[in-house]
């Protein structure tokens, strides 16, 4: 442990009173990390943007319709459970006709019960009070109720009520369902259902997913149900983040090997130059590991300053012309492979400094 403060502290004194060295190594590395983020960065935060987009629950959705004759009821929930690569799954009964009960002859907006395993991805409160009485309405429901906020009595034309207890946030992928009103059902309950709709994981398992769900149905009439899924998207998905990564991929790669080897040419004639003061600290007993290990120290250090401050530049140059900005994780895997650079450049100049005899070194002509 004390040998490593030893060296961390020799290494930052001898950067410091080694301006030049070190000012030229940090500007390469900050050059390098800025024209990576610029470059394959921007192209990075481009296809993170779009893959995000993608990888949304309306995207990874599975909906599946069922009429009356189909004979589908909520207890397909427990089979859907098993299947592997299932991120939510709820159930949806057919729609009943509701009216708000202080207008008898107001609009009917339909709705639904409701079965699922979290009652959050249906835009409702984690933990929903009742036996399955109370009724969530979106913004749009409420509005055709005429409700100005999310409380009242609703009931269809043969006089079975619900209570109104909140407002439903309705995701995305639900958003099919508008206007919609909700009515979580119990879990001991059950009830036919006319849309169930299936959340995968990943876009890549929409497709098999469909086909497991689809065999765990047991409906009576199989031509009763329709399938549908984004499969589509999830095939984009994949051509995009196979021809974007490969193009950033190759970008970066092509930099930092040109950054390498310029680091490394111009660390050995600085370190050449800088061969006596080495021969000094020879001479006085620093070992050649000591002076490897102070040179690649040295060498670290300048180089994550430099990293940190290009990749700083280029994220608030791209913030500020409001391109596509890469995630924490990109830079910070820059950021890595920089000081990586840097050490690895500094490797060949610090043994050859290391082998310098101090007795040639400090001869004077």
């Known amino acids: 442990m004390r040998s490593v403060q030893v ?8 950067a410091l009173t080694a301006p030049v060295a070190s000012l030229i190594t940090l500007v390469m590395i900050a050059g390098m990390c800025s024209a990576v983020i610029l470059t394959s960065g921007r192209t990075v935060g481009a296809e993170q943007a779009v893959i995000g987009s993608i990888d ?4 990874r959705s599975i909906v599946i319709r069922a009429k009356p004759e189909a004979g589908l009821d909520s207890s397909v929930l427990d089979r859907i459970r098993g299947l592997g690569g299932v991120e939510w799954v709820g159930a949806f009964s057919a729609t009943d006709d509701m009216r708000n009960e202080a207008f008898p002859g107001g609009a009917p907006v339909p709705l639904r019960l409701v079965w699922a395993d979290s009652w959050s991805a249906a835009g409702m409160p984690a933990s929903v009070p009742g036996g399955g009485e109370i009724a969530w309405g979106s913004q749009t429901a409420l509005d055709q109720l005429g409700m100005s906020h999310p409380v009242g009595a609703i009931a269809d034309a043969d006089g079975v009520g619900y209570a109104v207890g909140g407002r439903l946030e309705l995701p995305t992928h639900l958003s ?27 876009p890549d398992l929409v497709a098999p997913l469909a086909t497991a769900v689809t065999g765990v ?20 998905r ?3 983040e196979g021809q974007l990564g490969a193009f950033g991929r190759t970008l970066t790669i092509g ?15 600085l370190v050449m130059l800088r061969r006596k003061d080495f021969g000094r600290r020879r001479a006085l007993g620093a070992s050649q590991r000591f002076i490897v290990a102070l040179l690649v120290v040295q060498s670290g250090l300048v180089a994550f300053t430099g990293a940190v401050l290009g990749s700083i530049t280029a994220l608030s140059v791209l913030a500020g012309a409001g391109d596509p900005v890469p995630g924490l994780a990109y830079v910070a895997g820059l950021v890595v492979l920089a000081v990586a650079v840097g050490v690895t450049a500094s490797l060949l100049p610090a043994m050859a400094a290391a082998r310098r005899e101090p007795i040639r070194e400090l001869r004077v002509p």
Do not use: W
């Open 238 to 240: 994949g051509l995009i």
């Open 217 to 236: 149905l047991a409906v009576d009439d199989p031509t009763k149900v329709t399938v549908q899924t984004s499969e589509a998207l999830a095939t984009l």
């Open 7 to 14: 060296v961390m502290r020799e290494a930052i004194v001898s």
């Open 176 to 202: 099919f369902l508008e206007p919609a009103v909700f009515a979580p059902q119990p879990p001991t309950s059950s009830g036919a259902v006319a849309v169930l709709v299936v959340v995968a994981e990943r």
């Open 56 to 59: 949304s629950a309306g995207t």
């Open 255 to 269: 930099i930092l090997l040109l950054t390498g080897a310029l680091a490394a040419v111009t660390l050995y004639g």
